[in-house]
């Protein structure tokens, strides 16, 4: 179990930024596949379901054609609050949702940690830039690097001052993919998507 006193450390190193409300990753304590997606959103801080907005529609899919269940699958992110700015829709002024930054990211990074330490899943999806460069600390092309098994240490948060990363002796299995929002504004990745995840399935069964 993720200790209070950590996440209220975290909840703390975030009071500087724009971010609202706290949502935890959730799903079984050994799952064998653990999604990792970018921050929640609006409909997510609200209701505490991770992938749970119109992102969470595209996830739901993704499952789905997987043949996996959100029952039996960890789904968390990088970062736990929404990182949001200030915006003008029709007169009115509104929050609009934002990446994270490097900064927020590392806020948050030791609940992320201690996830993937509790869990231990046999198989990290990272969905999306913002998962992959957490984990992996690159910024590759995603259509380079989505839908391929990695075999790898991953990073976690090594000092808190200066929020710097080292890699785990422990190596993973790694299936980045496309972050389901990604199909939302590019419909053309769909094809790309779908045969990622044939392989996903084809991995887990
Ligand atoms: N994007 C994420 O990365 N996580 C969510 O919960 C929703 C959208």
Redesign the pocket.
Known sequence: MLSQTLIDQCQERMNPFACEGFILGKGPSHPRVMFV?????ET?IHNGI??S?R??EEFDKFLLYAGLTREEVFIT?AVRSRPYRWGESRGKKRKYNRTPNQKEIAAHAPILDAEIQIADPELIVP?GRIAYWRLLGEFPKMDEVTGTFIHSPIRVLDDWGKNTYRFTKHTYTLFPIY?P?AILYKRSLSSDIYEHLDRLKAYLH
């Open positions: 997606g970018e921050a929640p959103g997510e991770p992938f907005g992102a969470g992110s969905m972050h929002a």
